[in-house]
């Protein structure tokens, strides 16, 4: 009788080599609450579209559209895509765990860039494939390392463009030339949570003519970062009929939430704020990256970031994890990645324009020594 209470079920060896995904923090050492600049997140909230849309009465016993049919007719009709090639989820980074398990498993190779999105790892192992990473160029994606990287084992390839935690872009000349240097039955995965804030003068990458004429093309997207939508978990992709059948086979038959519908859908109707949010993206970001430039002497530099987050590298006197704790003591919680390579760096979410003066302001004392 006692011979097995030792026994406990056993994870598959590529779970127990799992890191579990380490969420933005809002709280400090000592447990007061901080501005959470960490997690990329809107400083402006979300459309007041979707907010009442949030607070319309809705029956919960009932289920949610299976097949989110009008979120995504809304999304193909601002995208200009079919509704048929699209599928949502409860977040992008879902559809990013259903694309490995759809194609690669033990054995396989699922291959991205060092310093791009941790989860990468996280759901290449979660499906047993082996997680592969190419060399960067001064943290950029780079797209020769990539296709030198890939084996007859690669199943997946994974570009999140504009790229996070770096905030660096390839234009799309190079996402074409990543493409055509794939062999047909790799998948790849053009993670673009943060497309929506490239400015007029910005080109897209292209993604979304990929996916359209190629069968080997997922693109997704989010409602958590511009839309300010986060907290309801949506996420989609566009990709070839048989890719999203695929993935339609393996998500959950009600993977998105009935209220979280209802507030994409609202959201989507409200262009102003996302155009809004951008402007004032642009303009925070102009603002801060001349702040970080002013300090090059006492060895800050920032990683040019097309994103709602700049990367800046401490390599002066003031290293990156002071900065941290300075910041932190002064009561603003930013994203230190010492676990993927840049315990010199902290990734620093664009807040509002009273947030960012007040960052400029702390990082100035501390590396001033005032
Ligand atoms: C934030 C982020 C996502 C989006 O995650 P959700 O699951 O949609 O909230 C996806 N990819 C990258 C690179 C991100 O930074």
Redesign the pocket.
Known sequence: MEQHSQARPTPKPWIDAIDAYVPGQARGGDGRDLVKLS??ENPLGCSKAALAALAEPFNPAFYPDPDAMSLRKAIAEVHGLDPARIVC????????GLAVQAYAGPGDEVLYSRF??S?YEIVARRSGAAPVEAPDTDYATDVDALLAHVTPATKVVFV?N????TGTYLPASEIARLHAGLPAQVLLVL????AEFLTDKDTADGGFALAQRHENVLV??????IYGL?GE???WATGAPGVIADLNRIRGPFNVAQSSQMAALAALGDQAFVQHTCQHNAREMTRLVAVIDSLGNHGLRAVPSK?NFLLVLFEGAVTAQQALHGLAEAGYAVRWLPGQGLSHGLRITIGTTDQMDDVAYILRALVEGD
């Not at 989820?89 to 990013?96: C, I, K």
């Not at 504009?162 to 935690?165: A, C, G, K, L």
């Not at 993670?191 to 943060?194: L, V």
């Not at 997704?220 to 970062?225: C, M």
């Open positions: 997690a990329n989820a409860a977040g992008s980074g879902d559809l990013l791009s999105f989860l999140a504009p790229n996070n935690p993670d673009q949570a943060y997704t997207r989010t409602f958590s970062k986060a978990r949506i996420g994103a």
